[in-house]
Nanobody, 121 residues
Framework: QEQLVQSGGGWVQPGGSLRLSCAAS????????VGWFRQAPGKERELVVR????????NYAESVKGRFSISRDNAKKTVYLQMTSLKPEDTAVYYC??????????????WGQGTQVTVSS
């Protein structure tokens, strides 16, 4: 069973940058797509970005296009989320997950522990 351990996050002023990491401990990391989700207080969890198992295909939510960048290093079994030009509305708990597609939705099979990102002045 995969275990995903997240690092990074914290507090940053608007316009700042943060990088999140998601490290896998299992042997099948390169076999699955990975997504970053976020959940703000009082809101539903939303998929922010997904990266294919090869790393060649990425899909971003409109709200983060041009500001967030996802990448993966399968040799290190790690996925990164580089966040720039952060806005207060990006404040949320961020989760990485091994994901699979069902219809038009992406579902998480294994989840990281979550990390808080706070954007405020």
């Amino acid at each position: 069973q995969e275990q995903l351990v997240q690092s990074g996050g914290g507090w940053v002023q608007p316009g700042g940058s943060l990088r999140l990491s998601c490290a896998a401990s299992g042997r099948t990391f390169s076999d699955y797509d990975v997504g970053w989700f976020r959940q703000a207080p009082g809101k539903e969890r939303e998929l922010v970005v997904r990266i294919s198992r090869s790393g060649f295909i990425t899909n971003y939510a409109e709200s983060v296009k041009g500001r967030f960048s996802i990448s993966r290093d399968n040799a290190k079994k790690t996925v990164y989320l580089q966040m720039t030009s952060l806005k207060p509305e990006d404040t949320a708990v961020y989760y990485c997950a091994a994901v699979r597609q069902e219809g038009s939705s992406w579902l998480g099979d294994y989840w990281g522990q979550g990390t808080q990102v706070t954007v405020s002045s």
